[in-house]
């Protein structure tokens, strides 16, 4: 069962709007619409930010969307803020192993 | 609200057995599924394992199974993740998580696990 691909790292200046990509296949994000997004800080738990592709949970900023195109999720990010720093997973469901869920390796976001 | 309270870190020798706790409160606890999330030093998440403890059904992920035990007791609403045989590879953060819809909406805090000599 093999990690969904993201880019190691990403980075932007305050203010400016970036994009994080999740890569996996027809048989998790390219063929179901259950792609999440989390937010982890150093030392803390995982936050939900995105779920079904492109809903974002109560409380979570508008600042942040998601969407999909194939086999491709993303994550944006719009009016990067110095809180936006942090470590972004995305996850699946995926119907090519015996569980049904796998994560992506994970991007570390930066703000210049 | 939903909360999911994990029990305190632990610090054992290899060799030695444990098992670890997660609470749920604020939702009917037998109505999602529970998972366990290992996240290894300075390492992405993992997949380990699920379990619903409206009836105790299990799933684990290939990488995790045999090597650990997922279950729930819904009677004091508490999942549980165990190991017989800690070997130094266990030392993690370990967190469970409750599933939505395939989705993640919840976490517990995270129970570190340290393994050492």
């Known amino acids: 069962q093999s990690a969904l691909t993201q880019p190691a790292s990403v980075s932007g200046s305050p203010g400016q709007s970036i994009t994080i990509s999740c890569t996996g296949t027809?048989?998790?994000?390219?063929?179901?619409?259950?792609v999440s997004w989390y937010q982890q800080h150093p030392g803390k738990a995982p936050k939900l930010m995105i779920y079904?592709?492109?809903n974002r949970p109560s409380g979570v900023s508008n600042r942040f969307s998601g969407s999909k195109s194939g086999d491709t999720a993303s994550l944006t990010i719009s009016g990067l803020q110095a809180e936006d720093e942090a470590d972004y997973y995305c996850?699946?469901?995926?119907?090519?192993?015996?569980?049904?869920?796998?994560f992506g390796t994970g991007t570390k976001v930066t703000v210049l | 609200e939903v909360q999911l309270v994990q029990s305190d870190a632990e610090a054992k020798k290899p060799g030695e057995s444990l098992k670890i706790s997660c609470k749920g409160s604020?939702?009917?606890?037998?109505?999602?599924?529970i998972g366990w999330v290992r996240q290894m030093p300075g390492q992405g998440l993992e997949w380990m394992g699920i379990?619903?403890?409206?009836?105790?059904?299990?799933r684990y992920s290939p990488s995790f199974r045999g090597q650990v035990t997922i279950s729930a007791d819904k009677a004091i609403n508490t999942a549980y993740l165990q190991w017989s045989t800690l070997k130094g590879s266990d030392t993690a953060m370990y967190y469970c998580?409750?599933?939505?819809?395939?989705?993640?909406?919840?976490w517990g805090q995270g129970t570190w696990v340290s393994v050492s000599s």
């Open positions: 379990v619903y403890p409206g009836d105790s059904e299990t």
């Open positions: 996850s699946s469901y995926t119907s090519s192993s015996t569980f049904e869920g796998v």
């Open positions: 998580v409750r599933r939505h819809h395939y989705n993640v909406d919840y």
């Open positions: 027809s048989s998790d994000v390219g063929g179901f619409n259950y």
């Open positions: 079904a592709v492109t």
């Open positions: 604020g939702y009917t606890f037998t109505t999602y599924w």
